[in-house]
C-alpha cells in the first residue's frame, strides 16, 4: 500500500525557516518524481514544487522560487521541503503527492507563519 | 501561466441526478488535465486522469471528457458520497496549475 507521511509542519514567525519532510513506502520511491502542493484554510489548492525521480531537475512556482529548496534522499524514501524567509502567505496545509498524476496524497502538514 | 476556470463555484443536486461540472483553460492544455475530489478534512483523490481515463477504483459514475482549453466531469447518478469540493488541473506547462474548485452539494 502506498503510504506518504508528511511531518515538520507547526507555528513558525515571519521571515525564519522550517523543513518539512515526507516518508514515503509502498512503492519505490526512487522511480518517482515527487511534488509539493499547499492550501491555505478554506482555499483551493496550489502547486509548490515537484522534483524528478532522480533529483536531477526540479521546478518551482514564482511565488517560492529562492526561498523554498525541494529535495530527495532516495537511500531513505524521504522527501524535503526547506522553506526560508517564510510570509504570512505561505500558511498552509502542504501535501506531499507522488509525480505520477498526483495519484497519492499524504494527509498533510499544517504550517502556519504568524508573529 | 495557465489560469483555469471552474464553473460553477457551487452546485447543489439530488441524489441520481446527472451532473456536469466544468474547467476551462486559458489556452490549450492537450488533454493533460486531471480531477480530483477533496473531501472535507481530507487530502484530494486523484479521480480521472488526462482528461478521461479513470484513476483505479473510482467508481464508473464518473468520467471525464474535452479537449483544447474545455473539460468537463460528469457524474452519471450523484450519491451523497459524492459531497466534496472537485477540483481540475493542468500538467500540460509549469507551472502547473489547478482550478478554484466546484463545491458539491446534495438538495
Known amino acids: 500500500e502506498v503510504q506518504l507521511v508528511e511531518s515538520g509542519g507547526g507555528l513558525v514567525q515571519p521571515g525564519r525557516s522550517m523543513k518539512l519532510s515526507c516518508a514515503a513506502s509502498?512503492?519505490?520511491?526512487?522511480?518517482?518524481?515527487m511534488a509539493w502542493v499547499r492550501q491555505a484554510p478554506t482555499k483551493g489548492l496550489e502547486w509548490v514544487a515537484t522534483?524528478?525521480?532522480?533529483?536531477?531537475?526540479?521546478y518551482y512556482r514564482d511565488s517560492v522560487k529562492g526561498r523554498f529548496t525541494i529535495s530527495r534522499d532516495n537511500a531513505k524514501s524521504t522527501l524535503y521541503l526547506q522553506m526560508n524567509s517564510l510570509r504570512s502567505e505561505d500558511t498552509a496545509t502542504y501535501y506531499c503527492t507522488r509525480g505520477d498524476q498526483f495519484a497519492y496524497w499524504g494527509q498533510g502538514t499544517l504550517v502556519t507563519v504568524s508573529s | 501561466d495557465i489560469q483555469m476556470t471552474q464553473s460553477p463555484s457551487v452546485l447543489s443536486a439530488s441524489v441520481g441526478d446527472r451532473v456536469t461540472l466544468n474547467c476551462k483553460a486559458s489556452q490549450n492544455i492537450n488533454k493533460y488535465l486531471n480531477w480530483y475530489q477533496q473531501k472535507l478534512g481530507e487530502a484530494p483523490k486523484l479521480l480521472i486522469y488526462n482528461t478521461n481515463n479513470l484513476q483505479t477504483g473510482i467508481p464508473s459514475r464518473f468520467s471525464g471528457s474535452g479537449s483544447g482549453t474545455d473539460y468537463t466531469l460528469t457524474i452519471s447518478s450523484l450519491q451523497p458520497e459524492d459531497v466534496a469540493t472537485y477540483f481540475c488541473f493542468q500538467h500540460n506547462s509549469w507551472p502547473l496549475t489547478f482550478g478554484s474548485g466546484t463545491k458539491l452539494e446534495i438538495k
Open positions: 522534483i524528478s525521480y532522480d533529483g536531477s531537475s526540479t
Open positions: 509502498g512503492f519505490t520511491f526512487s522511480n518517482y518524481g
